[in-house]
């Protein structure tokens, strides 16, 4: 398995690449943004570890870079940040997971490989019509095309995807999706379903999200 390492620590960077490859991994190093953009390009990687304050392209920049052209690949962030902000920021901009510096080796090791596994291994896309929500990245994808769902639009496709053309109330939705204790009502169910139902023609889905009148929703396939 191919990782690509983009931190500007030359010492820290040394030390990933000679750690990852005593785990049997080919690791690339690149040392500013714009590089690990060009390289990321490739698309050999299965796994990108940025860091986050990068000369030329911040690893935030990197990362959105990285999502706006393909779904698959893995993303772990380096921050020497803890703030809460900038994780949220970090996984707004695509990251899988974050670490905080000063990690351990065992830490990182134990983030690399549960990354990893993760690939493959489980289902990690979800079809219907000829469209697939990626399970790792959040990305809905049709073809080349893909955008990425924020959390709850994410639920709520999964959900229906899940249900296969099956129809699900708008109660069991906000069941599933906001939960029990949730204040959120129906109408939340119909702004988010309205939500993705722009998501799904901006990429040229043939998957409709079809409403029934007090009953609910399903997907149905009919025209992009
Ligand atoms: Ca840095």
């Not at 698309?43 to 940025?50: E, G």
């Not at 929500?133 to 994808?141: A, F, N």
Request: proline share 1%; net charge negative.
């Amino acid at each position: 398995m191919k990782i690509l390492v983009v931190e500007d620590e030359r010492r820290l960077a040394g030390t990933l690449r000679v750690l990852l490859e005593s785990r049997g991994f080919e690791v690339d190093v690149v040392f500013d943004g714009e590089a690990g953009a060009d390289y990321a390009a490739l698309d050999i990687y299965d796994l990108l570890i940025l860091d986050v304050m990068l000369p030329k392209l911040d690893g935030f920049q990197l990362a959105q870079a990285v999502r706006a052209r393909h779904c698959g690949v893995k993303i772990l962030m380096l921050t020497a940040k803890s703030d809460v902000t900038d994780r949220i920021a970090g996984l707004n901009a695509g990251a899988d997971y974050y670490l905080t510096k000063p990690f351990d080796t065992g830490e990182l090791l134990a983030c690399v490989n549960a990354l990893l596994r993760r690939q493959g291994d489980q289902v990690d896309a979800l079809t219907f019509g000829n469209t697939a929500l990626d399970l790792s990245t959040g990305m809905l994808c049709r073809g080349e095309e893909h955008i990425r769902l924020s959390a709850r639009e994410f639920d709520v496709m999964r959900f229906l995807m899940q249900s296969g053309g099956r129809n699900r109330s708008k109660e069991a939705l906000l069941t599933k999706v906001w939960g029990y204790d949730s204040n959120a009502t129906e109408n939340h169910v119909e702004v988010y379903v309205g939500f993705l139902r722009k998501k799904l023609a901006a990429i040229g889905s043939n998957v409709r999200i079809e409403a029934i009148r007090r009953l609910g929703y399903h997907l149905e396939v009919g025209e992009p």
